[in-house]
């Protein structure tokens, strides 16, 4: 607490009673401010998670790019030059979000995570207020002594739940972001994989509602729910071998 509750002795004078009620008023704001602090909380662990699923989704439709960009160097340091028609396929990166079993199971993992920070720090602050409000209607039973150090240990924790409520949106944040590699560098290595054992394709390219330039493409170079299949046996198969 940043100021010290007094409680002061029944016998004491009557200026030192109003100088106690503005301590009471002071701690009351206080509380107050640790609450606009705690909804804050929940705002940042929100914000964090919607980052964190639009970070997957983006980068998931980066991720053909990438294979693209592998098979362009690999073409080139070996001096092949194409003839006849280029072999082109798409995947629906908005599909491998919905149903790949590793991203399906990130997400709600992810909002899990997040559920259980709102509830702790909550539960922290709840307890807290409780104890302090405790003390301001029992603290004239201690004795000043006891009194400096209850104010003390409020103090503390007060300062280390201000620093949770601060840390532990970012730490959260950062572990979207690992979660996020995690998915891309499985779906980037199934699908150059992929295409090394089949040779199809020249290109394949990300198709996304809510991403990336392309406006049309036929249907049938849709290579999605192959992909989507063949993600899940692998991933299934991980799981059983853990």
């Known amino acids: 607490m940043e100021e010290n509750l007094n409680i002061n002795q029944p016998q004491q004078q009557e200026n030192t009673v109003i100088e106690q009620t503005e301590v009471v008023n002071n701690q009351s704001a206080q ?43 690999k073409v080139k340091a070996e001096k092949v030059v194409q003839s006849g028609n280029l072999k082109i396929a798409y995947i629906n990166t908005d599909t491998i979000m919905a ?10 993992n992810l909002q899990s995570k997040q559920a259980g920070i709102e509830s702790s720090l909550k539960n922290q602050y709840t307890q ?28 503390q924790r007060e300062q280390q ?25 499985a779906v980037l290595a199934f699908v150059k994989d992929y295409n090394a054992k089949h040779e199809k394709y020249n290109i394949i390219m990300s198709v996304s509602r809510n991403n990336g330039p392309t406006l049309y493409i036929d249907e049938g170079m849709d290579i999605t729910d192959e992909i989507v299949k063949g993600l899940n046996e692998e991933y299934e198969n991980v799981k059983k071998n853990k």
Do not use: H, W
Request: aromatic share 4%; net charge positive; with cysteine.
């Open 31 to 73: 509380v107050s401010g640790t609450d606009k602090e705690i909804k804050s909380v929940k705002r940042y662990v929100i914000i964090a998670i919607i980052i964190g699923i639009v970070a997957l989704a983006v980068g998931i439709a980066a991720l053909c790019k990438k294979g693209t960009n592998v098979t362009e160097t």
């Open 161 to 185: 739940l201000s620093q949770a409520m601060q840390q532990q949106p970012a730490q959260f944040q950062q572990e979207v972001a690992q979660q996020n590699e995690k998915l891309l560098n």
């Open 99 to 108: 149903k790949y079993t590793m991203a399906v199971e990130m997400q709600k």
């Open 128 to 155: 807290l207020q409780k104890e302090e409000q405790d003390y301001l209607k029992n603290g004239q039973n201690l004795t000043l002594t006891q009194q400096q150090a209850k104010e003390k240990e409020f103090q």
